[in-house]
């Protein structure tokens, strides 16, 4: 028996672990699933932070050619044999409501996800183009397996560039991604580039070093 029915999974190393007690205060402000953080190579301080707050640390802070988020789909196989139903989600997420109905959503066989509609459309896409800000999940899926596997092969490509490489045609994208709605992956460029908000969106995804600059100021207030 597996150690958690339904955990969520975030993840960092030590340049972006000042934005964790931020994420953790808006993810239990609204939330009460588990939550399993995956050292990418965190500080010693932070780690015994860590260590005090998560449900349990998964250790993937060894030196390999991957580097930082690159590491995701490992840190999903590893949490996917403590939980039932595991939902990775990034740290730039600034979490507003509950989100953990994420997992009515997950197919068997399948990573249930949000269409990056932004980037679909600035790319003319034919195949539609997934973020991986938020990715659902029961056990282990092969398609997880072999994620990881073509990740560490091309470790200086990104995860989400890898795992839409994988996607040659909509069949398969139909075989291994289930939808999720956009409410679960609001991304900064609907809000800031397309004029697109919803009063029903439960997390908001602040992507790219702008993103990461709203976060810091919204950190310094909340610090307060």
Known sequence: MKSFKHAFLTGCDEAN?????????????????????ADFGVSSEFLDYAHETFNEVLDL????????????PRAMIM?????????????????VD?????FNYVEE????????????K?????????????????DCPQILEKWAERVRQNPIVGDQEVLHSMMDSPLTQRIYISD?????????LQLEHDNQDSKRKKAIHWTGQKG?????????????
């Open 180 to 188: 999720v709605p956009n409410e679960y992956n609001w991304l900064r």
């Open 61 to 72: 802070s060894e030196k390999t050619e991957e580097k930082g988020w690159f590491k995701k």
């Open 212 to 224: 990461k600059e709203r976060i810091k100021n919204m950190v310094r207030k909340w610090e307060k």
């Open 17 to 37: 672990e000042w934005m964790i007690p931020w994420f953790v205060s808006n993810y239990m402000e609204h939330n009460d699933v588990p939550l399993l953080f």
């Open 79 to 95: 949490a996917s044999k403590k939980c039932d139903y595991t939902c990775w989600i990034d740290t730039d997420f600034q979490i």
């Open 98 to 102: 509950e989100i953990q109905t994420v």
């Open 109 to 120: 066989g399948r990573l249930a996800m949000v269409e990056d509609k932004p980037w679909t």
């Open 122 to 138: 600035r790319r003319s896409l034919s195949i539609p183009w997934y973020n991986s800000g938020i990715v659902a999940f029961k």
